[in-house]
T-cell receptor
Framework: AQSVTQPDIHITVSEGASLELRCNYSYGATPYLFWYVQSPGQGLQLLLKYFSGDTLVQGIKGFEAEFKRSQSSFNLRKPSVHWSDAAEYFCAVGARGNKLVFGAGTILRVKS | EAGVAQSPRYKIIEKRQSVAFWCNPISGHATLYWYQQILGQGPKLLIQFQNNGVVDDSQLPKDRFSAERLKGVDSTLKIQPAKLEDSAVYLC????????????FGPGTRLLVL
């Protein structure tokens, strides 16, 4: 069965610092991978997705993620964090039939 | 383009009462999903519709949860009777019919069962 692990429940970074959120997945076939962001009281917004091709994927708001098959990872990065990036971030793997399996999320706090 | 609409945004009920949530997907999106997001967890798929047919309801607690998507557009999710552990955010999402298309999420309905 497919699963997603986000090892960090909370992460705190200083504004302007770089960010990396970790995601490891388990899936028997070639995965479709997603990162979503959820602000308090809001639904989920897609940041980026990986289906195939270039393993470095660019998304919205300056985020990028790198697919590493050998490590079963799809880590999210941003070179310089802004206070507005404070939110909860979810990694997900797409399974058969377009079903999404989500990780438990990582809460990002940004300190000024 | 209007996004996914959900109502109500918040609901508080007593256990053993019933409750219903409504979702209107993005126009033209054939696939509609209901997710349950318990505090501290990621969303979990409850049911997936393709037009007005059910594609996947393997994680729907069918003894108390039901969902329908009449006419293949908007959808309702019902809980009857509610339990304390049903307290969660219920998210609706929609996507085009094509495999692995992006899912667009609504703002969710936050349910508290007392």
């Amino acid at each position: 069965a497919q699963s997603v692990t986000q090892p960090d429940i909370h992460i705190t970074v200083s504004e302007g610092a770089s960010l990396e959120l970790r995601c490891n997945y388990s899936y028997g076939a070639t995965p479709y991978l997603f990162w979503y962001v959820q602000s308090p009281g809001q639904g989920l917004q897609l940041l980026l997705k990986y289906f195939s091709g270039d393993t470095l994927v660019q998304g919205i708001k300056g985020f990028e993620a790198e697919f590493k098959r050998s490590q079963s990872s799809f880590n999210l990065r941003k070179p310089s964090v802004h206070w507005s990036d404070a939110a909860e971030y979810f990694c997900a793997v797409g399974a058969r039939g377009n079903k999404l399996v989500f990780g438990a999320g990582t809460i990002l706090r940004v300190k000024s | 383009e209007a996004g996914v609409a959900q109502s109500p945004r918040y609901k508080i009920i007593e256990k053993r009462q019933s409750v219903a949530f409504w979702c209107n997907p993005i126009s033209g999106h054939a696939t509609l999903y209901w997710y349950q997001q318990i505090l501290g967890q990621g969303p979990k798929l409850l049911i997936q519709f393709q037009n007005n047919g059910v594609v996947d309801d393997s994680q729907l607690p069918k003894d108390r949860f039901s969902a329908e998507r009449l006419k293949g557009v908007d959808s309702t999710l019902k809980i009857q009777p509610a339990k304390l552990e049903d307290s969660a955010v219920y998210l609706c999402a929609s996507s085009l019919e094509v495999l692995m298309e992006t899912q667009y999420f609504g703002p969710g309905t936050r349910l508290l069962v007392l």
